[in-house]
């Protein structure tokens, strides 16, 4: 697949670049996009929600009334679920959500969500990107010469760069990852692909393992 490689300026610069048909122009896999997402979004709970139960409650043992005789049902102690301040019957305790998910499966998941991105021509080619001091401004100028400024966008970078970081953060609609971070879940949540010139070669290198 042949992509045009566009400016900063947001004109094109004449230049194209070819995309590898093996990741970008692969057969989708639905049901591993399906748990790949899944792992992500479990990965994402704190699983720290808790409940005291019956034997976590500060209160009295002492018996509350005569076994019988009183028309009632039979009561011992006001850590009972049947009284107010009781302990809770089978609630919620700390866990962990997390399950297991080959690499393998992992890397045809983003494979498939990026040969979706490139059916649908949501893949956008920028040359490579560098700012010199945060600024949040120029960030969505950027976005915006390039038409995306109503658009949820994940841009794509070669490595860490904290200028262009703080450069996007308080923008809702615009992400930014390192090649080496991407994952399924951005991909499909993102509208627009913005790829800089020097994400490709990494992410082919992570994707062709």
Same mark, same amino acid.
């Not at 697949?1 to 566009?6: A, D, K, W």
């Not at 004449?14 to 670049?17: D, E, F, L, V």
């Not at 700390?94 to 983003?110: E, G, Q, S």
């Not at 692909?193 to 800089?196: Q, R």
């Given at each position: 697949?042949?992509?045009?490689?566009?400016q900063?300026?947001?004109?094109?610069s004449?230049?194209?670049?070819n995309?590898?048909?093996?990741?970008?122009?692969?057969?989708?896999?639905d049901?591993?996009?399906?748990?790949?997402?899944?792992h992500?979004?479990?990965?994402?709970?704190?699983?720290?929600?808790?409940s005291?139960?019956?034997?976590?409650?500060n209160?009295?043992?002492?018996? %509350?009334?005569?076994?019988k005789g009183?028309g009632?049902?039979?009561?011992?102690?006001?850590?009972?679920? %049947?009284f107010?301040?009781?302990?809770?019957?089978?609630g919620?305790v700390?866990?962990? @959500?997390?399950?297991?998910?080959?690499?393998?499966?992992?890397?045809?998941?983003?494979v498939?969500?990026?040969? @979706?991105?490139?059916?649908?021509?949501?893949?956008?080619?920028l040359?490579?990107?560098n700012?010199?001091?945060?600024?949040t401004?120029e960030?969505?100028?950027?976005?915006k010469?390039?038409?995306?400024?109503?658009?949820?966008?994940?841009?794509?970078?070669?490595?860490?760069?904290?200028?262009? @970081? %703080?450069?996007?953060?308080?923008?809702?609609?615009?992400?930014?990852?390192?090649?080496?971070?991407?994952?399924?879940?951005?991909?499909?949540?993102?509208?627009q692909?913005?790829?800089?010139e020097?994400?490709?070669?990494?992410?082919?290198?992570? %994707?062709?393992?």
């Open positions: 697949m042949e992509l045009s490689v566009i900063t300026s947001g004109k094109d004449g230049r194209k670049i995309l590898d048909d093996s990741i970008f122009g692969a057969e989708p896999n049901h591993a996009i399906y748990l790949d997402v899944k992500h979004l479990a990965n994402q709970r704190q699983g720290t929600s808790k005291k139960q019956r034997n976590e409650i209160a009295t043992t002492k018996k %509350l009334k005569r076994q009183t009632g049902a039979r009561a011992g102690s006001m850590k009972s679920p %049947l107010v301040g009781g302990g809770r019957v089978f919620p700390p866990r962990d @959500y997390d399950f297991k998910l080959n690499k393998k499966l992992k890397r045809v998941a983003r498939s969500a990026l040969s @979706y991105k490139a059916k649908d021509n949501n893949i956008t080619v040359e490579n990107l700012f010199e001091s945060p600024k401004k960030f969505d100028a950027l976005m010469k390039l038409s995306l400024g109503d658009k949820k966008t994940l841009v794509v970078i070669s490595e860490a760069n904290k200028n262009i @970081y %703080l450069s996007s953060r308080n923008l809702k609609r615009s992400k930014v990852v390192t090649a080496s971070d991407l994952n399924t879940y951005d991909i499909l949540n993102a509208q692909l913005v790829l800089t020097g994400s490709l070669p990494v992410i082919e290198n992570t %994707l062709k393992k």
